[in-house]
């Protein structure tokens, strides 16, 4: 759609697939610990621009804290996290960090992605069109008018052009969850970060939810997509990543996490889904 926002056009040159060039985010080692329970133990992730990375995983292996971490809603122990463009934030394993230096790193992060989550989290009290001008308008301090042009030409392209007056009570479950997809793409993020985005949903509801985001896949948005839905990895994810015990296990191409998992977790987590 020529009208949309789109941070990975077609015009930015496209470097060596796999070169550091073209790593729009890396996490390295990141370890986080909650008390005695150690939730992610030494965790690399390369989201390359433009590509789709599924997190898949037995429920508590850390998923969430790992896209919480990288957009800066959790502060890992230890650990470097660095977004193209931005400062390299390494999370050294010291109290004398001081919570100055600790909020200017979570809002380095902030600022760069965008996470849906698995409740759509909209204000009741809010028009459709209000909730998604909220963050570009009041927070990020555009223009009302040029938030105002940009959620509408997003409310289309994702078929509720009609809903802008709407409330969100007033929606279905699957509208709601694409407001609040709407929502994430007007703060016009580098990467998406999806939190089980269909999971609060009733089963009739996920199709329509999961073809928005493969849609915005297919236009080239750089995303990290945790989900239990496996077709959908099958079917959007370049890299598919297996978690366990705040690790990750494996990762590969579908074809390969899929076809042929290598490492016995895997095939247990897979052989119970499939
Ligand atoms: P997943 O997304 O794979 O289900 P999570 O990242 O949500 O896993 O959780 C991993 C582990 O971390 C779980 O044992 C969970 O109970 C724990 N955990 C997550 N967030 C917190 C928190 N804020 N305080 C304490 N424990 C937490």
Redesign the pocket.
């Given at each position: 759609p020529a009208s949309s926002p789109d941070p990975t056009p077609a015009d930015v040159p496209s470097p060596t697939p796999g070169s550091p060039a073209d790593a729009l985010l890396t996490a390295r080692g990141l370890r986080k610990s909650?008390?005695d329970?150690e939730?992610l133990r030494g965790i690399d992730l390369t989201l390359h621009r433009g590509e789709v990375v599924v997190l898949i995983?037995?429920?508590?292996?850390?998923?969430?804290?790992?896209?919480?971490a990288l957009n800066g809603l959790?502060t890992p122990d230890s650990g470097t996290i660095v977004v193209a463009g931005g400062p390299d934030i390494d999370f050294a394993p010291t109290d004398a960090v001081a919570p100055r230096v600790r909020a200017r790193q979570r809002l380095a992060l902030r600022d760069r992605s965008a996470m849906v989550f698995q409740h759509h989290n909209l204000f009741p009290h809010l028009t459709v069109l209000e909730n998604v001008i909220e963050g570009p308008w009041r927070v990020q301090r555009r223009p009302k008018a040029e938030a105002i042009a940009d959620a509408r030409a997003l409310l289309a392209r994702v078929g509720l052009a009609d809903k802008e007056d709407a409330h969100p009570h007033q929606l279905s479950g699957g509208q709601q969850q694409r407001v609040g997809i709407v929502r994430a793409l007007a703060l016009r993020p580098d990467l998406l970060l999806f939190?089980?985005p269909t999971s609060a949903l009733d089963p009739e509801l996920v199709g329509e939810v999961l073809l928005v985001i493969k849609e915005l896949a297919d236009e080239g948005w750089s995303m990290v997509v945790?989900t239990h839905e496996l077709s959908f990895a099958r079917e959007a994810a370049d890299r598919v990543l297996f978690?366990d015990a705040?690790a990750v296990v494996e990762s590969g191409t579908p074809a390969e996490i899929f076809g042929a998992p290598q490492h016995e977790r895997t095939q247990r987590f897979l052989a119970r889904l499939l």
């Open positions: 909650f008390g329970n939730v995983g037995p429920s508590g292996s850390g998923k969430t804290t790992v896209l919480r959790e939190d089980e945790v978690m705040g």
